[in-house]
């Protein structure tokens, strides 16, 4: 156990300094501190040190994330609030390096002190392991966020080869891979156009943009998930599911606990439960309901566009507050019918409306660019034929999406769309189905483009 945790060690972290080796003393510090608290965590009872620490985790991991990604954002505008005064304090921006998943390794080792600080959770003596809970190489860029309650006990107990487990992971990583390769960076590539020379597109060009968009977030991000979890069970692990087929979801409340499930959990249980969640007044959760969706935009970049992001899906979240709706049932948009009933296909259209028009702050450079791509799309040129550069590229991605979409609502009760799909088939035609998407795979790949989620 000891060796196949060097060795992930080891890989995890030439995974990482492949990118930029100059910031694996970055990693390894946050690793450090937090192994350390969480062992002095556990030998006091104090409650005063024990805060004490807890604070040191806090301010050590979030000080790291906010020099590193918000620190311009703070200084720019702590300038233009000065200049407003007509004075000018002369701060300049420094050229700082996003260190490459930084957001997402800072939860994961700062849920770990905090459970330990709540004592949830008792902490390792295993440096090893803990340098391997905090840099697993297959999530480390891009999530699934996990906690330690769950994956730090998988590296510190046996793990053997399974067959089982290793076939089952590979299904998962194709479907990762066709889902970013053929139909995201497709995608992409009429989404950078159409976003980058808005000012000479029709609405309608720019709605498919925008629709072009929210799917190609969705298969970049989830295709990710996919992979880090089929690699992940090749080694004997189980990541968290991320994403629970959130394009389904007939309400906003209902996407949010289906859409990047680690981070929405992570903010759920760390941020709104502590600031009292669903308790007290109307005024109460409404305060608490806008806090959440703005941290979680904010979490995603420092840019006014991520906090309007937030700030909208939280005006669209409060009427479920204010008119004391329930939230629809967890596992109603999980039942296994084949055809929506009217009112859930009229829900699954109108949020997934709102959720096509609401990306376009998360995808434009900045608000202006955002504001005057909404109001082209709402301009009499809605009505208009769309002009597409090349059309035949065109239909071939509404083609695969539409594929897509049929084979993720066949599977949406599964963990991912093709677990079961084909398991009562004959050899040749499961296997077929296989050889189809790697066909796929090899045949329509575009330009290839970074994960979206590595920015954050």
């Not at 072009?212 to 992979?227: A, R």
Request: proline share 3%.
């Amino acid at each position: 156990m000891r060796i196949q945790n060097v060795l992930i060690v080891a890989a995890s972290y030439f995974f990482y300094g492949w990118w930029d080796w100059r910031f694996l003393s970055l990693i390894f510090f946050s690793t450090t501190v937090d192994y350390s608290i969480g062992l002095a965590l556990h030998k006091t009872e104090n409650p005063f040190k024990r805060k004490q620490l807890l604070w040191v985790s806090i301010v050590v991991n979030l000080g790291l994330l906010g020099v590193f990604k918000y620190y311009n954002f703070f200084l720019e505008n702590l300038v233009n609030a000065f200049s407003l005064f007509g004075s000018d304090i002369g701060f300049t921006t420094l050229h700082i390096i996003l260190p490459v998943g930084i957001s997402f390794y800072t939860f994961q080792t700062l849920s770990y002190t905090i459970d330990i600080y709540r004592k949830q959770l008792e902490p390792t003596t295993h440096f090893i392991s803990f340098m391997a809970f905090v840099s697993f190489f297959p999530q480390l860029v891009a999530g699934p966020i996990e906690r330690a309650k769950k994956l730090l006990p998988q590296f510190e107990s046996k793990r053997t080869f399974n067959f089982d487990n290793a076939k089952d992971g590979l299904k998962q990583t194709l479907w990762g891979l066709f889902k970013k390769m053929v139909i995201a960076d497709n995608c992409a590539l009429f989404v950078d156009e159409f976003f980058g020379n808005h000012q000479a597109y029709s609405g309608s060009t720019l709605l498919i943009g925008a629709f072009f968009f929210t799917i190609q977030i969705y298969c970049d991000f989830s295709g990710y998930s996919d992979i880090a979890i089929g690699v992940s069970r090749l080694f004997g692990f189980n990541l968290s599911k991320n994403f629970a087929f959130p394009y389904f979801a007939k309400n906003i409340a209902e996407f949010w606990r289906r859409w990047h499930i680690s981070l929405t959990t992570w903010f759920r249980d760390y941020v709104y439960i502590p600031l009292g969640g669903n308790q007290g007044n109307k005024a109460f959760q409404i305060r608490n309901t806008i806090l959440l969706f703005v941290l979680i935009g904010f979490w995603h970049g420092a840019a006014w566009k991520f906090i309007v992001y937030g700030l909208i899906n939280a005006l669209y979240f409060l009427p479920l507050i204010i008119w004391r709706r329930k939230p629809t049932d967890k596992k109603s948009a999980q039942s296994n019918h084949l055809i929506p009933s009217k009112s859930e296909l009229i829900g699954i259209i109108k949020t997934f409306t709102f959720l096509v028009l609401v990306r376009v702050f998360f995808r434009a450079d900045n608000l202006h660019i955002a504001v005057s791509y909404l109001s082209t799309i709402f301009s009499a040129s809605l009505f208009t034929v769309p002009q597409f550069a090349n059309r035949t590229d065109a239909i071939v991605v509404f083609i695969f999406i539409l594929i897509f979409t049929s084979i993720e609502w066949l599977g949406k009760t599964n963990a991912y769309a093709i677990e079961h799909l084909g398991n009562t088939w004959k050899r040749a035609f499961r296997w077929g189905f296989y050889y189809v998407l790697i066909f796929c795979i090899f045949y329509f790949y575009a330009k290839p483009q970074q994960f979206i989620y590595f920015q954050f």
